[in-house]
C-alpha cells in the first residue's frame, strides 16, 4: 500500500511562511491592515488565528466567538486559550437572541437547517464586525472540508480570503502543532458544536486520517478510484467519498450566470482580484 | 594573457504590482540605481516583470513596444546607458499579437527581444488564451560575450536552452514568474527544487553560467518563490536570493571559468550537431513519435 501519511506530511516552517506572507501582503494589498476570525474553539479557527496574529500583530486582529446556548462549555474555554495565548481583541456575541426566533417561527426546522441558520448568521456578525473594525474576514475552512463539501454555503465557508484551504485536515494539525496552538484543541475531536456529543466523523462515518489519505491520491495525486482501491482502501469507501466530492462541487464555484453577451462575468471577463494592487 | 574577467551581476527578484505599469517601472528604475551602484554591469528581472504576471484579460492594456519613443522603454533605454538591463513585459507587435517577452537593454540600444516559444496552457497556467507563441530562440552579443534569453516555461523544455548553446551563448539568463506549488517536508516548495535542479543541469551539460531571476509576492493565491540562483560552467552554485523575499542580489561571474571547464570537459567541442540534425529530420519525417510538429 502506498504510504499516503508519509505523503501528507509538510514542512511546517514553509507552509507558516507562505501562510503568513499571503494573509500580510494579500490583506495590505487592498490597503487595509487588519483581519477578522471567527472563533469556534476548533484547531481551523485556532490555527487562523495564530496565523493572523503572526501576519498582522495582535492589535490587527479580532477573534469572534459567538456562542449558541447549546454550545459546548469547552468550545468558548478553548477559544478563550487562543485568545489568551496570542493576545488579540476579542468579542463574545451570543447567537441565541437571534436565531431562536427564527427557529420559534418554523416548527419543522431540524437540526442540520438550524446549523445552517447558525452558521449563517455568524457570518453576518463577522462581515458587520469586519466594517467595525476596518478588517477582512480571515477563513477557516481546510481542504477537506472543501473537498467534502463539508461546510455551509455563504456560512462558515464565507471570507474574504483562505489561508488553509489548501491544508488538509490532518496536515491543519501538524501546523498547529508547530505554531502552538494548545494540544487540547488540536488533539480533540473536530465538532461543529450543534448538539452535545455531535463529531464531525461520527456524521461523516469515516476518520479524517481515511479520508486524508484517500483525497490526497485523488486530488493530489489523479489516482482513479480504481487505483485507489488497488492502494488498499474500500471499494464503497471510495465510491461515497468520489460521490462526496463531485456533488459538493457547487460550493466550490460562483453560481454560474446564464451566458447572453460576447463578454460575461465568470467566462470570458477574467481578472484576478487583485487587478490593479 | 589573463585579463580581468570578473563580471558583476544583480538579480532584482522584485514583486509587482498587478497591471500596474508605472508603479512596476518605479521600481525598476530604483533597482537599476541600486544594482549600479553596487558595481554591477549587468542587472536581471523576472518575467513580466513590468506587469505582474497572472494578467488574463489585462495583457492587452499592458503591452508596449521596446522601441525608443515608447513612453514605458524610454527611461529604461536612458538608463541602460550606464547598466545593462533584461526586464520583462507584454510585447505587441505591428499586427497586434501579444507576447510574453523580455528585452535585453544596452548602451541605449534594444540589443535583443525574445519572445516566450513555451506556453504553459494547462494545470494552474492559462498563457496560451491570452498570449501568441514566440518563433525564434537566438543567442546574441553583449560586451560580456554572447548570451541566451529564456522564460521560464522554455527552459522547462530542453530543446531551448540547447540551441542557444549550439548558437553560442556562454551565459543563460532565465527569467520567471514561477508559482510555488508542491508542499512536502523538504525546506523549499517542489517547483522551486525542480528549477534549481535544471539550472545546475544546464550549467553542467553546457559548461556554461546559468542565471535565473524569480518574481516574489502574491497573486490572488499563487506565491512566487523568488529564490534567485547563479550556478557557475561546473555547476557550483555561486549566488542564491532568499525565497519568497524581495531582494537584489550579486554575483560575481569569472568568466574565465568557461575556459578552465571546457579545458577539462570538452562537451561542446565534442558535440555532434551533424549527427542531432540527420537524427531530427529522420525522426521528423518518420514522424510516428513526434505528433506534435509546431
Known sequence: MVNVPSLLEINTDLARKILTSFLREEITRTGMARGVVGLSGGVDSALACFLAVEALGPANVLAVRMPYKQSSPDSLRHAEQVIQATGVKSLTIDIT???????????????????????RERMVILYDQSAEFGALVIGTGNKTEIMLGYTTLYGDSACALNPLGDLYKTQVRQLSRAMGVPEAIVAKAPTADLWSGQTDEGELGFTYEDVDRLLYLLVDERYSPEECVQAGFKKAFVERVVEIVRRNQFKRVLPPIAKLSHRTVGYDFLYLRDWGT | MIQNMMLRIALAQISTKLGDVPANLEKHLAYIRRARKAGARLVVFPELSLTGYALQDLASTVACRPVEDDPVFRPLLKASLVIDIAVGFVEEDVRNRFYISSAYLSRGEVVHVHRKVYLPTYGMFDEGRFFALGDRVQAFDTSFGRIGMLICED?????????????????????????????????????????????????????????HTNKVGFEDGLNFWGGAMVFDPNGRQIAKGPNHEEALILAELDLNQLHRTRARLPLLRDERTALTQRELQRILAESSHTTNLR
Request: charged share 20%.
Open chain 2, 155 to 211: 527552459f522547462w523544455h530542453a530543446s531551448p536552452p540547447y540551441l542557444l548553446w549550439l548558437d553560442g551563448a556562454d551565459l543563460f539568463l532565465f527569467m520567471s514568474s514561477s508559482p510555488g506549488r508542491g508542499l512536502r517536508t523538504h525546506p523549499e516548495l517542489d517547483s522551486a527544487r525542480w528549477v534549481e535542479r535544471v539550472n545546475r543541469g544546464y550549467a553542467n551539460l553546457f559548461t556554461s553560467f546559468v542565471v
Open chain 1, 97 to 119: 437572541p437571534m436565531v431562536e426566533p427564527l427557529f420559534s417561527q418554523i416548527p419543522s426546522i431540524d437540526a442540520r437547517r438550524k446549523g445552517n441558520v447558525m452558521a
